[in-house]
């Protein structure tokens, strides 16, 4: 199989699995997308998706965030873990956001990543979920993925994204970012992998992901 080959594989079985594909992080429009987004990192979705309503419900815009303390939005947001940074960051963006924004959640990366505590990730997701704007944001599970299936290098995300942006049609990006990182956690993990269950990775995976794979379980016989 081509690289293109491969490529296709991907998207016509992801298809199959996730016709309809919901949205990991819960949240009602740019602002509450961006907060939920900036609060993920090194956390998972389903945790952030336990807190941001108790933030919510004091401030889901910035004009009564920045009526909040950090050490207010520390305290609430402090079971998504690196609270200390990412209050700052919630704070910091928010009052950004009213000076230089009228309120509104900017649409371009360059004003997005220009954002406290928002990296170029945040930035692809807000992009493509908020506005519906072509992106191929890379969490750990896509740059993981990528490289199981030899459609990368794996040397870092920005080459995994740059790979997938070559391979993928821009029109599907939106879709398809979302729909991977679904099988990744359902089918392909980092840990408890079970390649049976994984048919992505058993039909085109890279032979070393493969024979490696083989050996650990050679090896707990």
């Known amino acids: 199989m081509t690289k293109q080959e491969k490529a296709d594989f991907v998207i016509n079985t992801l298809k199959q699995l996730y016709p309809t594909i919901p949205v990991p992080l819960d949240h009602k429009d740019p602002y509450t997308l961006l907060i939920a987004v900036l609060m993920s990192a090194q956390c998972t979705d389903v945790r952030v998706n336990q807190i941001t309503p108790l933030l919510f419900a004091k401030a889901d815009n910035p004009y009564d965030m920045i009526k909040l303390s950090v050490e207010e939005i520390r305290e609430i947001i402090k ?18 956001l009213i000076d230089k924004h009228d309120g509104e959640v900017p649409q371009t990366y360059e004003d997005l990543e220009a954002l406290p ?24 599970h896509i740059h993981r993925l990528m490289y199981r299936w030899n459609l990368t290098n794996g040397k870092n995300v920005v080459q995994t994204e740059r790979d997938a942006k070559r391979l993928f049609p821009e029109d599907i990006w939106n879709d398809l970012h979302l729909q991977i990182i679904w099988y990744g956690r359902q089918y392909s993990p980092a840990r408890g992998w079970d390649l049976e269950k994984d048919i992505i990775t058993k039909t085109i995976g890279r032979a070393r992901v493969l024979e490696d794979y083989y050996k650990k379980m050679k090896s707990k016989i």
């Open 79 to 96: 079971p998504v873990g690196l609270s200390p940074m990412k209050s700052k960051g919630i704070y910091g963006l928010s009052h950004i």
């Open 117 to 140: 505590a928002v990296g170029h990730k945040t930035a692809a997701v807000v992009m493509s979920q908020a506005f519906g704007i072509p992106a191929f944001p890379v969490d750990t």
